[in-house]
T-cell receptor
Framework: KAGVTQTPRYLIKTRGQQVTLSCSPI?????VSWYQQTPGQGLQFLFE???????NKGNFPGRFSGRQFSNSRSEMNVSTLELGDSALYLC??????????????FGPGTRLTVL | TQLLEQSPQFLSIQEGENLTVYCNSS?????LQWYRQEPGEGPVLLVT?????EVKKLKRLTFQFGDARKDSSLHITAAQPGDTGLYLC??????????FGKGTSLLVTP
């Protein structure tokens, strides 16, 4: 069965622009979580969606937003990009929401570079 | 705030050596997970430990959860080049998102 897919895999933007990243979870999975990974801060949680509802949100500014569609696909949007937003953005899917000791399966990530 | 501290940050060893990486926290977690991430890929779950004092083995990898459920260790016996990667621990509290450590980057040379 196909794994988690993320598009695009690589993206270059300039400061002030906005960007939308997409994540398609494993078929049947209804929970999607987003993480930002940087060398300095490691993996940091952005938000989690389950059945189109945001369940948890990390400590990121309002420029970071997300949504989930009825087919469980998810998008995250970053507006007014800053240099510090350069990172690997990872999406993970699972059958159940966090706290259910369910395995999260990660996608390969989208590498965002902000110039 | 990084709740989980991993050590060492970097480790470079030769094939056949043994190693241990640590994951420590001042917080109690309901479960703790270990992942391995290879370049260009997302993290892959290796194991989940739930009970304080629990020990799990996965071939040459041994995982231990501390009695107080605040810390964990990963021991690799006779490391191989295929073990190279970034090892991440992540703590979970019921209903909340995973908290990841910054990881231990392991390089095993032939």
């Amino acid at each position: 069965k196909a794994g988690v897919t993320q598009t695009p895999r690589y993206l270059i933007k300039t400061r002030g622009q906005q960007v939308t990243l997409s994540c398609s979870p494993i078929s049947g999975h209804r929970s999607v979580s987003w993480y930002q990974q940087t060398p300095g801060q490691g993996l940091q949680f952005l938000f989690e969606y389950f059945s189109e509802t945001q369940r948890n949100k990390g400590n990121f500014p309002g420029r970071f937003s997300g949504r989930q569609f009825s087919n469980s696909r998810s998008e995250m949007n970053v507006s007014t990009l800053e240099l510090g937003d350069s990172a690997l953005y990872l999406c993970a899917s699972s059958l159940a929401p966090s706290g259910a000791t369910d395995t999260q399966y990660f996608g390969p990530g989208t590498r965002l570079t902000v110039l | 705030t990084q709740l989980l501290e991993q050590s060492p940050q970097f480790l470079s060893i030769q094939e056949g050596e043994n190693l241990t990486v640590y994951c420590n926290s001042s917080s109690v977690f309901s479960s703790l997970q270990w992942y391995r991430q290879e370049p260009g890929e997302g993290p892959v779950l290796l194991v989940t430990v739930v009970t304080g004092g629990e020990v799990k083995k996965l071939k040459r990898l041994t995982f231990q959860f501390g009695d107080a459920r605040k810390d964990s260790s990963l021991h690799i016996t006779a490391a191989q080049p295929g073990d190279t990667g970034l090892y991440l621990c992540a703590g979970e509290n019921s209903g909340y998102a995973l908290n990841f450590g910054k990881g231990t980057s392991l390089l095993v040379t032939p």
